[in-house]
């Protein structure tokens, strides 16, 4: 298995179908990390759509989500699940930001947090408006994650 990248260097491109709503419409498309250059990006893997501590996670995220829009940051959540999966969990749950499907588990297996052949490990990367990484939180278990209010944190070192 590869190992996460390093802070500073370029974070690994991709393109992941995705899903996200607005204005209660979902809204199907690809999306590039290098289409993202210009802006910062926060990247969050998680294991699955329904289960109880990524709810409590992305819950939490969409509702201090303006903590990362006035830092000009957007935020993609990507796990293994499809995208009517994404989209039933987006519903359900009023996700205010894309939810990308890494189905075949490529992408999770270039940032190297690949566990098993059928999931990922819990992790967050903050990514500069250049597409370099400069900051990451990859858990072991997976029973956690950063709060909102530190991903902050590392977004406003970007600014200054």
């Given amino acids: 298995m590869a190992k996460t990248p390093d802070i500073g260097v370029a974070a690994p491109d991709f393109t992941l179908p995705g899903v996200t709503l607005t ?30 501590v990524c709810t409590r996670q992305l819950c939490s995220y969409t509702s201090e989500l303006e903590s990362f829009t006035s830092l000009d940051a957007a935020v993609w959540a990507i796990s293994p ?33 690949g566990l098993g052949s059928s999931n990922l490990r819990r992790s967050v990367f903050v990514i500069d408006a250049d597409g370099v990484l400069r900051w990451k939180h990859v858990t072991l278990v997976g029973l956690t994650f950063p709060r909102a209010n530190v991903i902050a944190k590392q977004l406003t070192a970007l600014a200054a």
């Fill in 81 to 113: 699940q499809d995208l009517d999966s994404h989209e039933g969990f987006a519903r359900k749950y009023k996700l205010a930001f894309p939810l990308l499907a890494d189905t075949e588990l490529a992408v999770t297996k270039r940032y190297g947090i």
């Fill in 23 to 52: 204005g209660g419409q979902a809204e199907r498309g690809d999306y590039s990390l290098s289409a993202q250059r210009g802006h910062p990006l926060v990247l969050a893997f998680y294991p699955g759509d329904n289960t109880a």
